[in-house]
C-alpha cells in the first residue's frame, strides 16, 4: 500500500517532469532563435560586407573555403580573397547563392552545434529553405 507521503512525492515527480517537458517544448525554439539574432548583431560588419559583395552577383556561387570546393565565377581573385577571409572571421563553413532568387545562405559551425544555417534575402522575400523569420531579412 502506498502512503500518503510517496503518493504526494510520486505527484511532484509527476509535475516536475511536466514542468521541463513544457519549458522544453516553449523556450528552446525561442533561444535557439535568440542565438541566431545574437549571432547576427555580433557579426552584423562581416556579413553585411559578405552580402555587399555577393547580394548583385549574378550566377550560382557556391564557397567552401576548407574542402576547396569553390564554384564562382561571378568573383574575381579578390572578391573571393575577401569572402573567404569573411567566412573564417565568423566561422562560416559554407555559402550559397542560388542563381534564381535573391538569397544568401550561410551554414555556419558554431559550438555543440556544428552545422546551423541562416539566409540573407536582399529583396526580404522568404527564401525557399528557411521560412522562419529572425530580424530584417534574416531567416532560418
Known sequence: MV???????????IIFVIVEISVLIYITPELFKYSHVVFIEVNSE??????????????EISIEPKSNEIVAQSLN???LN??????????CYTIWK??????????????????IGIAYSSDG???DFMNRHLKDNWFY
Open 82 to 91: 575577401n569572402v573567404i577571409e569573411l567566412m573564417y572571421n565568423i566561422n
Open 98 to 115: 542560388s542563381n534564381r532568387e535573391n538569397t544568401i545562405y550561410y551554414i555556419l559551425v558554431e559550438y555543440k552545434r556544428p552545422l
Open 3 to 13: 502512503s500518503n507521503y510517496q503518493l504526494k512525492i510520486k505527484v511532484l515527480w
Open 77 to 79: 581573385q579578390q572578391e
Open 46 to 59: 562581416e556579413l553585411n560586407n559578405l552580402n555587399e559583395i555577393l547580394s548583385d552577383k549574378k550566377g
Open 125 to 127: 522575400k522568404t527564401p
